[in-house]
């Protein structure tokens, strides 16, 4: 018979507290024959984390971290209509991703902050030939600062089931085009195109001789 010797256990307890509040007016100008709209949106978010670990690789440990974030974030997007059934709009936004630590993690006990996100999109959106023809069109572009990415953690005792986090320094890009169409040929037969563009651009990850942590 072969002896089953099981895993030494860790154990990570996260509690977290979200709070989030939105609010959205959209204002239309007596200007351009009430062809334009501008709408302001905003976010408040708010996030707490408490994270323990009282027992690593079968044995007790005293491992505590907070990861806090709170913040408002915009988005605002002004719209025209071309026509009654054509508009093009631009809109900015941002946002985040809260931070926290590696429930896989080991040894250290690290945590990784949020990252933040900046969008721009502009685009066009059209129904016609008596509503049997539908277009959307957008292109967009994305920063992120403090990329969250996942990584295999080095250190004497790791095995490939240890992973951390962190935050990349640098900006991460990415740009990008979208279109969809449909034509209502006859009835009972519609004809779909869509298509998707995606390119970006992200930072270089190096690490750390030695370290046991990577160098971001």
Same mark, same amino acid.
């Given at each position: ?85 054509? &508009?093009?709009?631009? $809109? ?6 809260? +931070?926290? /630590?590696? %429930?896989? !993690?080991?040894? @250290?006990? *690290? ?57 990349? &320094?640098?900006?991460? $890009? ?6 969809? +169409?449909? /034509?209502? %040929?006859? !009835?009972?037969? @519609?004809? *779909? ?24």
């Amino acid at each position: 018979a072969t002896n089953f010797t099981p895993a030494a256990s860790t154990l990570t307890n996260v509690s977290t507290d979200s709070y989030g509040l939105y609010a959205q007016g959209t204002w239309n100008p007596d200007i351009l024959a009430d062809k334009l709209k501008i709408t302001l949106g905003l976010r408040y978010g708010k996030d707490d984390k408490d994270i323990t670990r009282p027992m690593e690789a079968g044995r007790p440990a005293n491992m505590m971290t907070t990861a806090k974030s709170e913040r408002v974030d915009p988005a605002l997007t002004i719209a025209y209509s071309l026509l009654d059934d054509t &508009s093009v709009y631009v $809109r900015y936004s941002t946002a985040y991703r809260g +931070g926290g /630590v590696s %429930v896989r !993690e080991i040894n @250290t006990f *690290s945590p990784y902050q949020e990252e933040e996100i900046t969008a721009t999109e502009v685009g066009l959106k059209s129904v016609f030939w008596d509503r049997r023809a539908r277009v959307n069109a957008a292109a967009f572009y994305t920063e992120t600062d403090g990329l969250i990415i996942p990584l295999q953690q080095e250190c004497p005792t790791c095995t490939t089931a240890n992973t951390t986090a962190a935050n990349v &320094s640098g900006t991460a $890009r990415m740009h990008g085009f979208e279109f969809d +169409g449909s /034509v209502l %040929v006859m !009835e009972g037969f @519609t004809v *779909s195109l869509a298509y998707t563009y995606l390119d970006n651009s992200l930072p270089t990850v190096l690490y750390g001789v030695g370290a046991g942590q990577p160098k971001v």
